[in-house]
């Protein structure tokens, strides 16, 4: 039996990246999934590979009425949803003086209102069903700061402030909400970081990013399946006691970045 045989998600962002390696996993474990995202056509592809335990949806995350959709239909396929994943995620990349209110506020909205407004929406189902697991997906960035990513940053060290203050009022009605905190994990976000300041310097923008050379786990980078698997213990009951917690899949990034490569020499006697 799957760990999370009998469970129902809604997982956001799902179409690709993370959100695809999280809804795959979760059926692998005997979920049944409700694919969520704006990219319908590849939502709904994503969803058929997937077989009968897994419905398309689209989802505008910081719309009511579009959540409210998108739970009515997965109580339609499924049942109640007892599992939302708060994965769907945008990213701009430039300085902070470059950044229109716009911009700021449309990363705002999606990284932050959206958890915000889905837990809402989300919520009277859980109850119904007896209980349930939100996970909302933060970054190493919920930790520590990035240049030329200050609204993201702060969208993420927002869904963290969140994620406390909903654990303290929810879980008195047996719903667990937890955050994850990935290193890179999302390739739809990292992909288009990358792409972005590829064009700029191509442009002849003189651009020369520090700060990323090897971890402490050497040259190994975070993988999509990496991110789901840790995704999948806090949706599942084996994490029936985590509770308001940060769970970091970074390499040990965050553990800090001075370390010895190697054993320092032996003092003189």
């Known amino acids: ?18 959100g695809a390696a999280i809804a795959e996993l979760f059926v692998e474990e005997g979920a049944h999934v409700c694919i969520a995202d704006i990219l319908e056509d590849r939502g709904a592809e994503q969803a058929a590979a997937l077989g009968p335990r897994a419905c398309f949806q689209p989802l505008d995350v910081r719309e009511p009425a579009s959540w409210a959709s998108a739970l009515e239909a997965t109580r339609v396929h499924f049942g109640p949803a007892n599992v939302l994943v708060n994965n769907a995620a945008i990213l701009d990349v430039r300085p902070i003086a470059e950044f229109s209110p716009e911009v700021a506020r449309n990363i705002l909205d999606v990284n932050l209102v959206g958890p ?4 809402q929406a989300v919520v009277p189902g859980m109850v119904e069903a007896g209980g349930g697991s939100i996970v909302n997906m933060g970054s190493i960035d919920a930790m520590e700061g990035m240049g030329w990513v200050a609204p993201y940053a702060a969208s993420k060290f927002g869904l963290r402030g969140f994620t406390k203050s909903a654990a303290l009022e929810l ?18 976000l990292t992909q288009g970081f990358a792409q972005n ?5 191509e442009a002849g923008e003189f ?7 090897g971890g402490i786990l050497g040259d190994r980078r975070a993988k999509p399946r990496d991110i789901a698997q840790m995704v999948l ?14 769970y970091m899949v970074d390499g040990g990034h965050t553990a800090g970045h001075i370390w010895f490569a190697t054993e320092p020499p ?4």
Not at 116 to 119: A, K, L, P, R, V
Not at 207 to 213: A, Y
């Open 1 to 18: 039996m799957g760990r999370l045989e009998g469970k129902v998600a809604l997982v956001t962002g799902a179409a690709r990246g993370t």
């Open 116 to 119: 915000m407004i889905g837990t």
């Open 171 to 188: 879980g008195q009605k047996g719903i667990r909400v937890n955050l994850v905190c990935p290193a890179g994990g999302n390739q739809a």
């Open 197 to 201: 300041l590829m064009k700029r310097r």
């Open 207 to 213: 651009i020369e990013l520090r700060g990323l050379e």
């Open 233 to 246: 213990f806090l949706a599942s009951d084996d994490a029936a006691y985590c509770h308001g917690g940060e």
């Open 266 to 269: 032996e003092r003189p006697a």
